[in-house]
């Protein structure tokens, strides 16, 4: 069973930076993709940011700019830089992680309070 333990969070003031990290229990190599998704109150969970196993990236349209995902290949550790953090990044983040098999694994997920 594959382990997503996420850190960082909380509250942040408009125009802040935070960064989430989420650690897995195996290699991430052996993942197709890791990343983040959100959900904001009322809302449907929509996809933040994904590295890929070749190191390529996606963002969803709202942070393409502001925010910046990395990974650190020796922990096992994807990185999600934010930056000038608006009220609407309000929301609870999810770290995801699909195998190759297309198994997809969740972490408990993370709240982070843009506001002033």
């Known amino acids: 069973q594959v382990q997503l333990v996420e850190s960082g969070g909380g509250l942040v003031q408009p125009g802040g930076t935070m960064r989430l990290s989420c650690t897995a229990s195996r290699s991430i190599f052996s993942f197709n993709a890791m990343g983040w998704y959100r959900q904001a109150p009322g809302d449907q969970l929509e996809l933040v940011a994904l590295?890929?196993?070749?190191?390529?990236?996606t963002y969803a349209d709202s942070v393409t700019g502001r925010f910046t995902i990395s990974r650190d290949n020796a922990n096992n550790t994807v990185h999600l830089q934010m930056t000038n953090l608006k009220p609407e990044d309000t929301a609870v983040y999810y770290c995801n992680a699909n195998d190759l098999s297309g198994r997809g694994y969740w972490g408990k997920g993370t709240l982070i309070t843009v506001s002033s």
């Open positions: 590295i890929h196993r070749i190191g390529s990236s």
